[in-house]
């Protein structure tokens, strides 16, 4: 039977539900918050044992069955309706692997997808092209972005390509497309967005069948963090939908001047938009390495005060970035990265996208170690 990762984690403390923003800082170095994890398994963990008449304590009956239920079918939404999100502090080709096979769900279609940052020059934190070569061509994928919406080497398809071959990525499973090579959007409809309609993604995104969703987590100047939701919504908009996004619908070609909670529900619309225009046939990666609270579309990120911690993966990215944002609150040396989230009202995206439904804030976290 897998461990469960929260029983793992010696340095996790325990948290109670707030709101963003009730967050101070004590002296041991470690954010102290009012929130709790929302990993049930930890919840079940910390409640499992109950007094019997005699004042000895027994297990309660959820805590002898929470290991148990955790083995069911992940692609049906895990235990009871709560998604598995499964993890590694293996932070290497095996473990990336081994996360991805755990998911028990491959991606149908002979064209794949995989869905990357591909880094803002001179010194961002993109993922290493050789910590997922191995899993790239275990789904025979083609790597894909889209062109940024701010100006940067990468506003430009010739230079977007330059930076993406610099980088490692072009020779990687099947290559590497620009989705919106060409200026040209796709336009998606969103059902139940609480800001968008419609939204734009690359012209390109039309030729794939499924997506792997591979995300470097870290903090961002605008969103707080950057995940999975923010790669499936921001990074697959074409500039275009970019620009949408950013302003709630409001403007077509300038990303900046939105509304701060606006902002976040649209990237929660944008992202269902996508998952539901893929029937689901979309699996989320995060690798929790190099946590700076700067972007990788930041040339220059700030140096990560947070210890590398591993690598998780469901099929529900709100559950998945909901996990990243616990272990965050429970690291070492979390205080930037906990200011960064806060000061944007970072969690509210995972509100967001739990309320239109897109995913679920509660998870059951699993180790795949052994």
Not at 327 to 352: D, K
């Amino acid at each position: 039977m897998k461990k469960i990762v929260a029983l793992l984690l010696s340095f996790i403390m325990p948290l109670s539900l707030a709101a963003c923003g009730n967050g101070s800082f004590g002296t041991d170095g470690n954010a102290e918050t009012d929130r709790t994890s929302h990993n049930v398994a930890e919840s079940s963990s910390d409640s499992g044992q109950s007094e019997s008449a005699d004042g000895e304590s027994e297990s309660d009956e959820s805590s002898q069955t929470s290991d148990d239920s955790a083995e069911t079918n992940v692609s049906a939404g895990g235990t009871d309706d709560v998604p598995v999100v499964y993890m590694t502090t293996d932070i290497s080709p095996e473990g990336l692997m081994k996360v991805y096979e755990a998911l028990g769900v491959e991606l149908t279609g002979d064209n794949i997808a995989v869905k990357l940052s591909t880094g803002e020059p001179p010194a961002s934190n993109y993922l290493d092209p050789d910590l997922i070569r191995d899993l790239v061509e275990r789904v025979d994928g083609t790597i894909v972005e889209c062109n940024t919406a701010y100006g940067g080497s990468r506003s430009e398809t010739a230079m977007h390509y330059q930076v993406a071959e610099d980088h490692g990525f072009t020779d990687l499973g099947k290559g590497f497309v620009i989705m919106d090579e060409d200026g040209e959007s796709m336009i998606l409809p969103v059902e139940g967005g609480q800001q968008l309609s419609e939204n734009y993604v690359g012209a390109h995104f039309g030729d794939f069948d499924g997506f792997l969703v591979l995300s470097h987590f870290k903090g961002h100047a605008m969103a707080g963090f950057g995940g999975a939701i923010k790669n499936i919504s921001i990074g697959i908009g074409s500039q275009e939908g970019k620009c949408l996004i950013h302003t709630a619908g409001n403007s077509h070609t300038s990303p900046w001047g939105g509304d701060q909670d606006a902002f976040l529900e649209s990237m929660a619309d944008a992202g269902k938009s996508v998952v539901d225009a893929l029937d689901g046939n979309i699996l989320f990666i995060n690798v929790m390495n190099r946590l700076s609270i700067d972007c990788d579309c930041d040339g220059n990120p700030a140096e990560p005060d947070i210890h590398d911690i591993g690598i998780l993966a469901s099929t529900d990215p709100v559950a998945l970035d909901q996990a990243c944002v616990d272990l965050i609150y429970q690291a070492e040396g979390n205080e930037s990265f906990i200011r960064r989230m806060e000061g944007q009202h970072a969690e509210h995206v995972l509100e967001a996208g739990e309320a239109i439904g897109l995913g679920s804030r509660t998870y059951r976290l699993e180790s795949v170690d052994e």
